[in-house]
């Protein structure tokens, strides 16, 4: 069993930044990629960033390119998302997520891909 739980949400204006927090406990942290996706109310989970399990290589989704960070620290069992410039449309409940295949070389975007998933932290952009 894998437990992540994410911190770090919170209420923001526009432009603002916030950094999002997800520890790791149970099977080899440093053995597998990681996620970040998103929901917003009424739409469907979506891809943000991931991560190599050896923090060599990172993907973003177009809309956070150039403004989100996707880093990690395997000494603690952690994986962060760093947010800068927010907009509005960055509001929804954001879930770290946890690749099912050891190992694996480069990073996937699907759902399926990842077998385990935290609780969510809510983020809210005003505008």
């Known amino acids: 069993q894998v437990q992540l739980v994410e911190s770090g949400g919170g209420l923001v204006q526009a432009g603002g930044s916030l950094r999002l927090s997800c520890a790791a406990s149970g099977r080899s942290f440093s053995s597998y990629a990681m996620g970040w996706f998103r929901q917003a109310p009424g739409k469907e989970r979506e891809f943000v960033a991931a991560i190599t399990w050896n923090g060599g290589s990172t993907y973003y989704a177009d809309s956070v390119k150039g403004r989100f960070t996707i880093s990690r620290d395997n000494a603690k069992n952690t994986v962060y998302l760093q947010m800068n410039s927010l907009k509005p449309e960055d509001t929804a409940v954001y879930y770290c997520?946890?690749?099912?295949?050891?190992?694996?070389?480069?990073?996937?975007?699907?759902?399926?891909?990842?077998?385990?998933w935290g609780q969510g932290t809510q983020v809210t952009v005003s505008s």
């Open positions: 997520a946890a690749d099912r295949e050891s190992r694996l070389i480069g990073v996937r975007t699907a759902r399926y891909n990842y077998d385990y």
